[in-house]
């Protein structure tokens, strides 16, 4: 049997290793799912016959080594950070190697001597990075060979929950990382393309910096921008587009309430606060409000950021209940960000039965026969439940289904990649869309912006 290797059973392998499994027996599959949580890989292959459940610890080299040079193929649904060691291991044995996260330096540094044994490296295959680069390459590259040029360029993408288990006034749960959330935005200010102009947006104002965006079905969403828009100007061959910006889709007004906790400073992952294991919520809080031998934290807080007691956003914050004496931190020298996540956890952490929801939004403006158009394009996916979320569908099936792509030689072209190629994403799109992961296209009049508001 055809072995193929997946490192990591995290809450984004459920979708991968189902595909797998329903495709093991006509394709001669055993999957091999390796966790240092044993548990967690046994669980998600269950009593299949053609699965094989390790305990496999990324930092035990031994183990390590032999797990991958048993294998055909291997994928890493590790951290980012950790794929590295393993992508050294696939190149000292042979391996074609998959994962969903972005091609760190390190990784890219790989590429002749991947190139060089002819081993095929795809990286960024998930939902974002991933199904937005494919869903993006599918649409450019049609209206580049139509003759079109490019000239307006817009990616949002938002992991939210479902409308029918929508039960917050934040509009939002958990759906992938949650530390990911909390330190969003930070290291850099975001920098994006608006009508030829370089724009900058520093991280203290990200969030009052939103974008509306409309969804056919869904109602109305907000987009704020990510770090580095420009980060694929190339690779997707834009450098001569006038506006380019990729941003993350929440429900309106998200933003404006966590910028609550970024005027506050709770966000900062830098240092550590101080005897935080015996804080109690409200403790936190007031650490960064000003001393009163009167005023309440409440009122301080009210105060600090200038809130009314009757503007939604008081009432948000209130429901997170980080104001209560009996909510304990219980974290030894913990970041602020470290401590606001368990906070948020209390709230936004999904229950068994509950969906979640990714939403993708892009937008293209092209010149074609001397005319101005614009193509919308949209995705709606929702979940099933706590585990096979829609999160974990958007990343893992075209993780699986690149793998075996790759292990039955239809992706052949070697190197650190990404999936831009139409080798890559066409065959993926087609098979996700028996899936249910399809993308609507609106022709819709072409705005732009006014050029004197650039």
């Avoid at 203290?204 to 969804?215: G, I, P, Q, W």
């Avoid at 999904?350 to 005319?371: A, S, T």
């Amino acid at each position: 049997m055809r072995k193929i290797l997946i490192i990591g059973a995290g809450k984004s392998a459920s979708y991968l290793i189902k595909y797998l499994l329903n495709k093991s027996e006509k394709e001669n599959l055993l999957i091999i799912v390796g966790d240092v949580n044993f548990s967690n890989a046994k669980k998600l292959i269950g009593d299949h016959e053609n699965a094989q459940a390790i305990m496999l610890d990324v930092f035990n080299k031994q183990s390590r080594e032999q797990a991958i040079q048993n294998a055909d193929i291997v994928v890493s649904m590790l951290p980012a950070r950790f794929h590295i060691e393993v992508a050294k291991d696939c190149i000292s044995f042979n391996k074609n190697m998959v994962t969903a996260s972005y091609v760190s330096e390190e990784m890219q540094n790989l590429d002749r001597a991947a190139k060089e044994k002819g081993l095929v490296f795809m990286n960024e295959i998930g939902v974002d990075p991933g199904l937005d680069h494919m869903s993006a390459m599918h649409i450019i590259d049609r209206i580049r060979d139509a003759g079109g040029k490019m000239i307006l360029f817009e990616s949002f993408t938002g992991g939210l929950v479902a409308p029918e288990s929508d039960n917050n006034l934040w509009n939002y749960k958990f759906t992938w990382n949650p530390r990911n959330v909390v330190v969003a935005g930070q290291g850099g200010a975001a920098k994006f393309l608006q009508e030829g102009t370089y724009k900058y947006i520093p991280y203290n104002r990200l969030f009052r910096r939103t974008e509306f965006l409309d969804v056919e079905g869904y109602g109305r969403f907000e987009g704020y921008a990510n770090r580095d828009s420009l980060k694929y100007q190339s690779a997707y061959g834009l450098e001569h587009v006038k506006t380019l910006y990729r941003g993350t889709m929440r429900r309106v007004g998200f933003s404006r309430a966590w910028n609550m906790f970024v005027q506050l400073g709770i966000t900062d992952d830098s240092y550590t606060i101080d005897d935080s294991e015996n804080m109690s919520y409200r403790d936190f809080i007031n650490a960064f409000l000003p001393y009163s031998p009167t005023d309440s934290v409440e009122l301080k807080f009210r105060h600090a950021l200038k809130i009314d007691q009757d503007d939604i956003v008081w009432d948000k914050l209130m429901e997170l209940d980080i104001f209560s004496n009996k909510k304990m931190v219980e974290l030894k020298r913990a970041t602020p960000a470290q401590i606001l996540q368990k906070i948020l956890e209390d709230s936004w952490t999904l229950e068994d039965h509950e969906k979640d929801m990714i939403v993708m939004y892009h937008k293209f403006g092209y010149e074609l026969d001397g005319k101005k158009h614009q193509i919308d394009s949209t995705m709606v996916t929702l979940g099933e439940d706590k585990v096979y979320t829609s999160m974990s569908k958007t990343v893992g099936l075209p993780v699986a289904i690149a793998t075996l792509a790759i292990l039955n030689e239809q992706i052949v072209t070697p190197g650190v990649q990404i999936p831009i190629n139409k080798e890559v994403y066409e065959p993926i799109l087609k098979e996700l869309e028996s899936y249910g992961i399809v993308f609507t296209e609106n022709e819709v009049p072409y705005l732009g912006y006014n050029p004197l508001n650039v």
